[in-house]
C-alpha cells in the first residue's frame, strides 16, 4: 500500500500468527478509508521472492508492518499490537497523513 508518494507500507505474517493480524488488517483498512484520495489500492502478495521480501530477514516477531519511505526503511510494527497503536506507528512516521 502506498499511503503517499513516497511511502509504501507493508505487512507480513505466517501462518502461526493469524490470530494476532486482525487489529494491523482493520488499522490497514482504517489508514486507507481515511486516505483514500490518497493511497494506492491495497494489494496482497503471498511471495519470498521479491525486494520487499528481504525485509522478512530482519523481522523477528509477526505480524509485523514495515514502513518505509522512497526505500528506506522508516519504521517498523509488530507482534501484538491494539490498532491505535498500529495507526499512531504509521501516522508518527508518515507526517502527511491525518491522525486517527
Known amino acids: 500500500m502506498n499511503p503517499t508518494e513516497d511511502y509504501e ?7 502461526a ?5 486482525e487489529e494491523y488488517i482493520n488499522a490497514l483498512l482504517e489508514l486507507k478509508l481515511s486516505n483514500d484520495d490518497h493511497t494506492s489500492p ?3 502478495t503471498k511471495t519470498r ?3 520487499e521480501a528481504k525485509e522478512r530477514e530482519t523481522i523477528h516477531q509477526y505480524p509485523a508492518l514495515v514502513i518505509q519511505r522512497e526505500g528506506s526503511t522508516m519504521a517498523t510494527i509488530s507482534g501484538k ?3 491505535h497503536d498500529i495507526l499512531k506507528v504509521i501516522n508518527d512516521s508518515i507526517q502527511k497523513l491525518p491522525s486517527s
Open 9 to 15: 507500507v507493508f505487512f507480513y505474517s505466517n501462518k
Open 49 to 51: 521472492s521479491t525486494t
Open 17 to 21: 500468527t493469524i490470530e494476532l493480524e
Open 81 to 83: 499490537k491494539a490498532k
Open 42 to 44: 491495497l494489494t496482497l
